[in-house]
């Protein structure tokens, strides 16, 4: 969906730049955690348990980005109709390739984390590489 479609709904924007050195995991998931605690109260236990896996996901998706994607450039999130869309971009255009996920692997989870806990996830080229995003219910 692209997220200029969200007429009629309110929509909360917030995009980052970042730069794929040290750190830069743990600067993205602080910042989507600011803005979670700008956008949404967390009064139950699973509106909670929603935020840290939008955490854990964030961190995932900036890994890749480090790791196969050449660098990570830009943290972008969306909040409309109920939902978070989160997006990161980074400077590979090299397709994500989902494999076959074996849980004893020390590494190799991102990919099938995002497949399990997120309602949709994909990927779009960009000018200067590609951007891979995913959606989840927004906590209250």
């Known amino acids: 969906m692209n997220r200029?479609?969200?007429v009629g709904f309110r929509t909360?924007?917030?995009?980052?730049?970042?730069?794929?050195?040290?750190?830069?995991?743990?600067?993205?998931r602080d910042l989507t955690r600011q803005v979670i605690e700008e956008w949404c109260v967390l009064p139950?236990?699973?509106d909670r348990a929603l935020a840290e896996d939008v955490l854990l996901l964030v961190s995932e998706v900036v890994t890749n980005a480090c790791t196969h994607g050449g660098s990570p450039y830009e943290l972008?999130?969306?909040r409309a109709?109920?939902?978070?869309?989160i997006q990161v971009?980074?400077?590979?255009?090299?397709?994500?390739q989902p494999h076959r996920h074996r849980a004893a692997a020390p590494s190799g989870h991102g990919l099938y984390l995002l497949q399990r806990l997120?309602?949709?996830?994909?990927?779009?080229?960009?000018a200067t590489?590609?951007?891979?995003?995913?959606?989840?219910?927004?906590?209250?």
């Open 4 to 6: 200029g479609q969200l």
């Open 12 to 28: 909360d924007s917030r995009r980052f730049p970042v730069d794929g050195g040290r750190g830069v995991v743990g600067t993205c």
């Open 44 to 46: 139950e236990p699973e």
């Open 76 to 78: 972008r999130i969306d």
């Open 81 to 85: 109709d109920g939902r978070l869309w």
């Open 89 to 96: 971009s980074d400077t590979s255009a090299v397709r994500p």
């Open 118 to 126: 997120s309602t949709r996830w994909g990927w779009a080229p960009r």
């Open 129 to 140: 590489g590609k951007a891979v995003w995913f959606e989840m219910p927004a906590p209250r």
